[in-house]
């Protein structure tokens, strides 16, 4: 039984739970911008950074806004990336990343942390364009309307539900003190939500691994590159083969 699953050819119709895998690969972008709103403000105030309330809103933007500038740092070199060593490795790498990028918001307990949390969550995860060039690669003109649609409302539900999240479980040990007194969410309040956007991407990432194949049209690219750099390391050997042999002889 092979260890990775056969590259996916564009041909034929896919099933729901491949749509399903690549929403939850694609939603994380949403649930991990979405979900801090509601405990920023907070976040950042119990860093007293701000001298007044008139500042606290500058600070709360500048951390907020950190996820976009990494974004835009980075998204076009993931899609060199995804270029170079497949579709599949980078939307697992987004997973991995996104998981460690939350916990280090979550655990913050500096406004330099907090801001560091939110601008790694923009630069290690480039999933937002390569699921969709993945999509591109793996669907026929028919299914990608069916992929597309699923994907709107998955991450419409995920901008949803990601506030509550925040706004709920933030500060536990404070607002269910009979539950969370006495634990680590006292030291961290903002993590717990935080565990939740992880579990998210972990799950993700797992389901990824096991059910998300490389792109046939990529999978086909790479070996053309494999075999052209292998007859080209082959050519050079031989290369230096035959001057070798020539300058014996010209000795003999």
Do not use: H
Not at 32 to 61: K, Q, R, T
Not at 98 to 112: E, K, M, Q, W
Not at 143 to 156: C, H, P, R, T, V
């Amino acid at each position: 039984m092979p260890l990775l699953p056969p590259p996916m050819e564009a041909r034929g119709q896919k099933s729901s739970w491949t749509f399903f895998v690549l929403a939850l690969l694609n939603i994380t972008d949403a649930f991990n911008l979405n979900v801090v709103w509601p405990m920023l403000p907070f976040m950042v105030d119990s860093y007293g950074v701000a001298a007044n309330e008139e500042d606290l809103g500058a600070w709360v933007g500048i951390a907020g806004a950190a996820v976009s500038v990494g974004q835009f740092l980075s998204s076009f070199l993931w899609g060199l990336v995804a270029d170079r060593i497949g579709r599949r490795p980078v939307m697992l790498m987004g997973m991995c990343f996104s998981t460690f990028s939350v916990l280090v918001f979550g655990t913050a307990r500096t406004y330099a942390q907090c801001v560091a949390g939110r601008l790694l969550s923009g630069m290690l995860n480039g999933n937002a364009g390569v699921v969709k060039t993945y999509i591109g690669e793996t669907t026929e003109k028919s299914e990608q309307i069916k992929a597309f649609s699923i994907f709107a409302l998955a991450f419409g539900i995920a901008s949803c539900v990601a506030p509550g999240v925040g706004g709920f479980l933030q500060r536990p040990a404070k607002s269910y003190p009979e539950v969370f007194g006495g634990t680590l969410f006292e030291t961290f309040p903002f993590l717990l939500p935080m565990l939740v956007a992880a579990s998210l991407t972990f799950t993700g990432g797992i389901l990824g691994y096991i059910y998300i194949p490389e792109t046939a049209s990529q999978w086909r690219r790479m070996e053309k590159r494999r075999l052209a750099k292998e007859a080209a390391a082959g050519d050079g050997g031989g290369g230096r083969g035959r001057s070798g042999g020539g300058r014996m002889d010209e000795s003999d």
